[in-house]
């Protein structure tokens, strides 16, 4: 991140940025940036209408407890890096092979 609080990515295929400071919110609703930027959340036809980052109040807490519950098993845990093993071990293969990398490029690939 940035010193003014600003981090670029790409959430559900689109660009976003997201600011993480009351200078950086200010300057992007302000008057300069609602001409050229949009702001909201995920479309629910996106995501469904039952979906985590749509529900409100007790449907939420309802869903994050059985979201957290299913991923923080030891048994979620241990399938999650058995999965992924393989490619962390061929990124740093591939590194060892390069010497020195950047971090930022890796991180794009």
């Known amino acids: 991140m940035g010193a003014l609080g600003v981090y670029r990515t790409h959430l559900f295929g689109s660009p976003t940025i997201i600011t993480c400071s009351p200078e950086a919110n200010r300057f992007m609703t302000g008057p300069i940036a609602s001409d050229s930027l949009t702001t909201g959340w995920p479309s629910p036809q996106l995501m469904g209408r039952s979906s ?3 529900v409100e109040g007790m449907q939420y807490k309802r869903l994050k407890r059985y979201v957290i519950e299913a991923v923080n098993r030891p048994e979620s845990i ?6 992924l093993q393989p ?3 061929a990124a740093f293969q ?3 092979q390069k010497g020195t990398i950047t ?3 890796e991180a794009n690939k």
């Open 78 to 83: 241990r399938r999650t890096f058995v999965t």
């Open 103 to 105: 971090a930022a490029d």
């Open 94 to 96: 591939s590194w060892v």
């Open 52 to 54: 985590i980052a749509m």
């Open 87 to 89: 490619s962390f071990k």
